[in-house]
C-alpha cells in the first residue's frame, strides 16, 4: 500500500489548566488562599523574585554586567524562592551530578524555611534543553521551512520530558515574534514573517512542552520583532491594527488554543511606552480580553530596565510599582528591582493587594506542577540520556524537512562518482549548524577547552560520508566574519580540480555582537558576512558548477547568486543532525520538501518587508524602488513535480461560516517527495487595507510517483478577519480570492463571496483551519 501521510495544522485538546480550572479547583484556591493568609511580606516578595547563581565571565544576558550578586543562595532564599534561574543552563555541568544539588537544595527549601515552598526551575529550552550534552534541535527559523506542527510537538515533547526529569518546570520558550525586518539579530529565534504559520508551529510545541508536565513560557509580549530598522531593543511605532492582526495573533492562539501558562513580556516600548509597563497589554490584552491566568514573568533585567534604559522610573523602587502594577508578577533572572517592594509597601505608596495578586499566580501554578506537595525525598536521576537515539530520530526529520531548494539547474541531485570540492567557512565547524539560543553557541564559545558533549559531524563530515571521502576536497576559503582573503587561491584550486563546487557559506550565531545573528548581533546590510561573497565569486570564475549551500539564522540578499550558481539550498541553522540532512539533500537520499517561512530580500533597502503587505507595499510605476523579493514566502524546490488541479470552494459562505476547499494534487515526477500545500487568501475589498495574499492554511502529505490525493482545507472565516475602522476585529462581507500554490505567488485561483452581516470575533471563534487526506 502506499503511503499517505500529512500533517493537520488544526487544534487539538489544550492541556488542563492551572488547579482552580479543574473539577476540584475550589479546594485548590482555597488552599492557595490560605497559604497566603499565613505569609509575611516577606515570604510573599520572596515568591516574585528570582536567583541566579552566576559565574564570573558569564554573558548570556543584556548587560549581565551591569548586575552584581545580591546575596548567597541561602541566605537570598531564607524566606523561600519564587524561581531558580538556570540550574543547568549557563556553565557546562554534569546534569546527574547537578540533579543531585538540586534536589538538595529544594529539599532545604521544603524543610528548613517557615513555609517548606520549593521554587520552580526555570531553564532556556528554545532549540533542545539548554544543558550540556542535551540533544540540539533545528533553530525555530527551520521548524517555520518544515511546516509540520506535529513533528514540532513530537520535539518539544522530547525536550520536556528532559527537563522534568531534571526537576525543571518551565521553559522559557517558545518565541512567538513575528519576523518583520530580516536585519534583525534575533530572526533565527523566530519561526515566520507569517503570523498564521508562527502561531500555529509555536502553539503546537507549547502542546508539545506542557503534554510532560511542563510550562512554556511564551516570548516576547509584544511588538519586540517591529524595533525600528531591525535593530535589538529599538523603539517600536507600531499601530493598534499591526498590533492586533499581526504581532498578537500567534500569542492569542498559544493562550486560546494550547493553554499556555506563562508569557514573558517584552523589552519593547511600543509608541513611548515600555511593556513590562503597560497594564492595557499585560491585563487589558492578556487577561481582560484573553482571559489568561498563568504568570507573566519578567524578560531578564526588563523591570530595572525602566530605569536604566527606559527612564520612565526614577529607580528600581518605582520600576518595581510599574511592572507590578501593569502585571509583571515574577522579576527574572534575580530580584534586583522587586526586592525593594517591602519597604515600598511600608511607606504606603504601593497597596500590599497589587503583591497577593501576583503571589496568588504564583501559588496556583506552584500547585498545578505539584510543587506544594513536593517533599524531594525521592532519589534524583542517576543516569541522564538526554541526547536520545529518539532525540536524534526527531533532529533528522525536522532537519531533513526544514531544507529549501531554492534553485536548480539540473545540477541536483548530485550522482554518484563526482569529484566534490567541499568550501566554506561553514563547511567544518560545529557551531555552524546552531543558533545563538544553542548550549553550544550560547554556553561553550565561554569553554573553548571543554568538548561539545555531544555527537555533531560537520557538513565537511557528512559529506565525506555521504558520497566517499577519496571523492571529496576541503578548503575553507576564508572565515564567516572579517577580510582575510588568503585562503582563497587554495579554494579555487580546489574547486579548478572538481567536477562541482559545494560552497558552505552563512551566518556564525552568538550573542551581542559575538556573531554575525543572534541576539545583539544586528546588521544595516543584507549581504553575506564578511568577503564570503567574493569567495564565491572567485570561484563561479573558475567555471566549475557551484551548489551553494547557505546555512544561516536570516535570510539574506542572494538574488545575485540565484542568477549564477548552478543550485542553491537554504538551511537555517539545522542542529546537530543538520550536516546529514544537507548532504542527503545534495545526494538525492533526502528529497527536499522545506518551504521559505520567510521571504529573501532583494536588498537590504527595501526592509522592512512582509509578504503580507498591501497593494501599495511592493512598489509599481509610482516609485522607482521595487520592493519584491527575489524568492518569495512558501517557495520551495523539490525533485518531484507537484500539480494541483480541480480546486474547488463554495461560492458563497456566512461570514460566521467556514469556506470547504478542496485540491487535487498529483506527483508527477519519477520519485516520492513531500508536498507542503499552502492556500492562501485575497480580500478584494475591504473597510481598510488588506495583504495581496495570506497565508490560509496549509498541508504537507507525502506522495509515490504517480499517485494523486484531494486534500481539503476548512478554512473558518475568522481566518479572514481583521481590525476595521473602529479598531474592532471582525469578518466583513464581500469577494475573496483564493489559490492553491507553490509559495505565495498566485497559481491556480477561484473566488468566494462572503454574505451577511458583518461578524465581531470572539474568544470563541475558531482560529485554526483543519485538513484531511482522501
Known amino acids: 500500500?502506499?503511503?499517505?501521510?500529512?500533517?493537520?495544522?488544526?487544534?487539538?485538546?489544550?492541556?488542563?489548566?492551572?488547579?482552580?480550572?479543574?473539577?476540584?479547583?475550589?479546594?485548590?484556591?482555597?488552599?492557595?488562599r490560605e497559604l497566603l493568609g499565613r505569609m509575611t511580606i516577606e515570604e510573599k516578595i520572596a515568591q516574585l523574585v528570582g536567583f541566579w547563581e552566576k559565574e564570573d565571565g558569564e554573558a548570556v544576558a543584556p548587560l549581565q554586567g551591569e548586575f552584581g550578586d545580591v546575596a548567597k543562595l541561602e541566605d537570598f532564599s531564607r524566606h523561600g524562592l519564587g524561581h531558580l534561574t538556570r540550574a543547568y543552563g549557563t556553565r557546562p555541568v554534569d546534569a546527574a551530578a547537578r540533579a543531585s544539588w538540586l534536589w538538595k537544595f529544594q529539599s532545604d527549601l521544603v524543610t528548613g524555611t517557615r513555609l517548606g515552598i520549593p521554587a520552580i526551575v526555570h531553564e532556556e529550552c528554545l532549540t533542545g534543553l539548554s544543558a550540556w550534552r542535551a540533544a540540539t534541535f533545528p533553530t525555530p527559523l527551520a521548524w517555520g521551512a518544515a511546516f509540520d506542527p506535529e513533528l514540532v510537538t513530537e520535539m518539544a515533547a522530547a525536550i520536556g520530558a528532559s527537563m522534568r526529569d531534571l526537576g525543571i518546570h518551565q521553559g522559557l520558550a517558545p518565541v512567538l515574534d513575528v519576523i518583520r525586518d530580516p536585519r534583525w539579530g534575533r530572526v533565527d529565534e523566530c519561526i515566520s514573517e507569517d503570523?498564521?504559520?508562527?502561531?500555529?508551529?509555536?502553539?503546537?510545541?507549547?502542546?508539545?512542552?506542557?503534554?510532560?508536565?511542563?510550562?512554556?513560557?511564551?516570548?516576547?509580549?509584544?511588538?519586540?520583532?517591529?524595533?525600528?530598522?531591525?535593530?535589538?531593543?529599538?523603539?517600536?511605532?507600531?499601530?493598534?491594527?499591526?498590533?492586533?492582526?499581526?504581532?498578537?495573533?500567534?500569542?492569542e492562539m498559544a493562550i486560546l488554543d494550547g493553554n499556555a501558562r506563562s508569557v514573558m513580556h517584552s523589552y519593547a516600548e511600543i509608541d513611548g511606552v515600555p511593556v513590562a509597563a503597560d497594564p492595557t497589554m499585560l491585563t487589558g490584552v492578556l487577561r481582560d480580553r484573553w482571559g489568561f491566568d498563568g504568570t507573566v514573568v519578567a524578560d531578564y533585567y526588563g523591570v530595572a530596565f525602566l530605569n536604566l534604559l527606559h527612564h520612565v522610573a526614577g529607580d528600581h523602587a518605582e520600576a518595581a510599582v510599574q511592572a507590578l502594577t501593569a502585571g509583571v508578577d515574577i522579576e527574572l533572572p534575580t530580584g534586583d528591582a522587586y526586592l525593594t517592594l517591602r519597604e515600598t509597601v511600608r511607606a504606603g505608596t504601593l497597596d500590599e493587594a497589587l503583591i497577593d495578586r501576583a503571589v496568588l499566580r504564583v501559588l496556583r501554578q506552584k500547585l498545578d506542577l505539584g510543587l506544594l506537595d513536593a517533599t524531594f525525598t525521592d532519589e534524583p536521576p542517576q543516569v541522564v540520556d538526554l541526547d536520545s537515539p529518539e532525540h536524534r530520530s526527531i533532529a533528522r526529520r525536522l532537519a531533513e524537512e526544514s531544507i529549501v531548494l531554492v534553485a536548480n539547474r539540473d545540477v541536483l541531485p548530485l550522482p554518484p562518482g563526482r569529484r566534490v570540492a567541499v568550501i566554506g567557512p561553514n563547511a567544518d565547524r560545529q557551531g555552524a549548524l546552531f543558533g545563538c539560543y544553542s548550549f553550544l553557541n550560547h554556553v561553550l564559545v565561554q569553554y573553548p577547552d571543554v568538548e561539545t558533549g555531544i555527537e555533531v559531524p560537520t557538513v565537511l563530515d557528512a559529506m565525506r560520508a555521504e558520497f566517499g571521502a577519496d571523492l571529496v576536497t576541503w578548503a575553507r576559503g576564508c572565515d564567516v566574519d572579517g577580510d582575510d582573503r588568503s585562503g582563497f587561491d587554495e579554494a579555487v584550486a580546489a574547486a579548478s580540480a572538481a567536477q562541482v563546487a559545494v560552497l558552505v557559506v552563512g551566518d556564525h550565531a552568538g550573542l551581542f555582537g559575538r556573531g554575525t545573528v543572534g541576539e545583539g548581533c544586528d546588521r544595516d546590510d543584507l549581504e553575506l558576512p564578511g568577503v564570503q561573497r567574493e569567495l564565491v565569486e572567485a570561484v563561479l570564475a573558475t567555471g566549475t558548477?557551484?551548489?551553494?549551500?547557505?546555512?544561516?539564522?536570516?535570510?539574506?540578499?542572494?538574488?545575485?547568486?540565484?542568477?549564477?550558481?548552478?543550485?542553491?539550498?537554504?538551511?537555517?541553522?539545522?542542529?546537530e543532525e543538520g550536516a546529514g540532512a544537507i548532504a542527503g539533500v545534495l545526494s538525492g537520499r533526502v528529497n527536499p520538501s522545506g518551504k521559505l517561512p520567510v521571504s529573501l530580500p532583494s536588498s537590504a533597502g527595501a526592509q522592512p518587508y512582509s509578504y503580507l503587505h498591501p497593494t501599495l507595499g511592493e512598489g509599481s510605476e509610482v516609485t522607482n524602488l521595487s520592493a519584491a523579493p527575489v524568492a518569495p514566502f512558501g517557495h520551495g524546490l523539490s525533485y518531484s513535480t507537484f500539480e494541483h488541479a480541480d480546486l474547488t470552494v463554495p461560492a458563497t459562505v456566512p461570514t460566521d461560516g467556514a469556506l470547504r476547499v478542496t485540491v487535487r494534487v498529483a506527483n508527477t515526477g519519477a520519485v516520492a517527495g513531500d508536498e507542503v500545500v499552502q492556500l492562501y487568501g485575497r480580500d478584494?475589498?475591504?473597510?481598510?487595507?488588506?495583504?495581496?495574499?495570506?497565508?490560509?492554511?496549509?498541508?504537507?502529505?507525502?506522495?509515490?510517483?504517480?499517485?494523486?490525493?484531494?486534500?481539503?482545507?476548512?478554512?473558518?472565516?475568522?481566518?479572514?478577519?481583521?481590525?476595521?475602522?473602529?479598531?474592532?476585529?471582525?469578518?466583513?462581507?464581500?469577494?475573496?480570492?483564493?489559490?492553491?500554490?507553490?509559495?505565495?505567488?498566485?497559481?491556480?485561483?477561484?473566488?468566494?463571496?462572503?454574505?451577511?452581516?458583518?461578524?465581531?470575533?470572539?474568544?470563541?471563534?475558531?482560529r485554526w483551519t483543519t485538513s484531511g487526506i482522501s
Open 195 to 251: 503570523p498564521y504559520l508562527v502561531g500555529t508551529v509555536g502553539t503546537s510545541y507549547v502542546r508539545g512542552l506542557q503534554s510532560q508536565g511542563v510550562h512554556a513560557t511564551l516570548k516576547h509580549f509584544a511588538g519586540y520583532s517591529a524595533s525600528r530598522a531591525g535593530r535589538n531593543f529599538a523603539p517600536v511605532h507600531a499601530g493598534p491594527r499591526e498590533l492586533a492582526d499581526v504581532l498578537f495573533l500567534p500569542f
Open 545 to 575: 558548477p557551484v551548489v551553494l549551500v547557505l546555512v544561516t539564522g536570516r535570510p539574506y540578499a542572494i538574488g545575485w547568486a540565484l542568477a549564477r550558481c548552478a543550485a542553491v539550498v537554504q538551511a537555517f541553522f539545522p542542529g
Open 1 to 32: 500500500m502506499t503511503e499517505v501521510r500529512g500533517t493537520v495544522d488544526g487544534p487539538a485538546p489544550a492541556q488542563a489548566g492551572p488547579d482552580h480550572d479543574r473539577p476540584d479547583g475550589h479546594d485548590g484556591e482555597a488552599r492557595v
Open 684 to 766: 478584494l475589498v475591504a473597510s481598510v487595507t488588506r495583504p495581496v495574499a495570506q497565508l490560509l492554511g496549509y498541508r504537507r502529505v507525502h506522495l509515490a510517483p504517480g499517485q494523486s490525493v484531494t486534500v481539503e482545507l476548512t478554512v473558518p472565516t475568522t481566518r479572514l478577519a481583521f481590525s476595521d475602522r473602529t479598531l474592532t476585529r471582525v469578518v466583513e462581507p464581500g469577494d475573496i480570492e483564493l489559490w492553491v500554490g507553490t509559495s505565495a505567488r498566485r497559481d491556480t485561483q477561484a473566488l468566494t463571496t462572503l454574505v451577511g452581516d458583518t461578524v465581531p470575533v470572539t474568544n470563541a471563534s475558531p
